[in-house]
T-cell receptor, first 111, second 114 residues
Framework: QKEVEQNSGPLSVPEGAIASLNCTYS??????FFWYRQYSGKSPELIMS????GDKEDGRFTAQLNKASQYVSLLIRDSQPSDSATYLC???????????FGAGTRLFVKA | SAVISQKPSRDICQRGTSLTIQCQVD?????MFWYRQQPGQSLTLIAT?????????ESGFVIDKFPISRPNLTFSTLTVSNMSPEDSSIYLC???????????FGQGTRLTVV
């Protein structure tokens, strides 16, 4: 079982819709959870971090964490064509320093 | 967060040769890491670069193939040794922010081995 699992997509949504990205992880000792955005040919960019159960909102982005279910999600409201990218779910390992990435979900927002 | 400068940004190398990638952070950081991202794949951690001591390698990666240096808290190098076409990939330097929780990245080195 992979440590971080994501649906590879592609996920296609119309402009203005809500994009929902999901992720599960296997390490129950993980304490930190992240969503990175990666445009083609670029390095990953951190867009959300979440450390406790529940929701965390930042602008059009909402991260949701459920440690009991080992589940992390990212909602993007009012999706824009500029949101088209690969979204990487990541966790820190039990030691708390190494960041482990999922395979990523490709998102396409159609104008 | 701090800024990471990585060079070269890309290179085309002959098989059997070695390439050293440099990573410079504009402030002192405790933790630095090297990742590989093969075409169409996610990031795989190669090793943790430890300041003043040998790097800690992940399963499947060995020091003879990927020697790493970290002479101080702002600089690290990764060497890809005795390259083969299978080493063609993007190599990314990463560091943790001041709170040692969030990872940020250099711009990556795109390596093609012919």
């Amino acid at each position: 079982q992979k440590e971080v699992e994501q649906n590879s997509g592609p996920l296609s949504v119309p402009e203005g819709a809500i994009a929902s990205l999901n992720c599960t992880y296997s390490d129950r000792g993980s304490q930190s959870f992240f969503w990175y955005r990666q445009y083609s040919g670029k390095s990953p960019e951190l867009i959300m971090s979440i450390y406790s159960n529940g929701d965390k909102e930042d602008g059009r982005f909402t991260a949701q964490l459920n440690k009991a279910s080992q589940y992390v999600s990212l909602l993007i409201r009012d999706s824009q064509p500029s949101d088209s990218a690969t979204y990487l779910c990541a966790i820190t390992d039990t030691g708390g320093f190494k960041t482990i990435f999922g395979a990523g979900t490709r998102l396409f927002v159609k104008a | 967060s701090a800024v990471i400068s990585q060079k070269p940004s890309r290179d085309i190398c002959q098989r059997g040769t070695s390439l050293t990638i440099q990573c410079q952070v504009d402030s002192q950081v405790t933790m630095m890491f090297w990742y590989r991202q093969q075409p169409g794949q996610s990031l795989t951690l190669i090793a943790t670069a430890n300041q003043g001591s040998e790097a800690t390698y992940e399963s499947g990666f060995v020091i003879d193939k990927f020697p790493i240096s970290r002479p101080n808290l702002t600089f690290s190098t990764l060497t890809v040794s005795n390259m083969s076409p299978e080493d063609s990939s993007i190599y990314l330097c990463s560091a943790l922010d001041g709170s040692n929780t969030e990872a940020f990245f250099g711009q990556g080195t795109r390596l093609t081995v012919v």
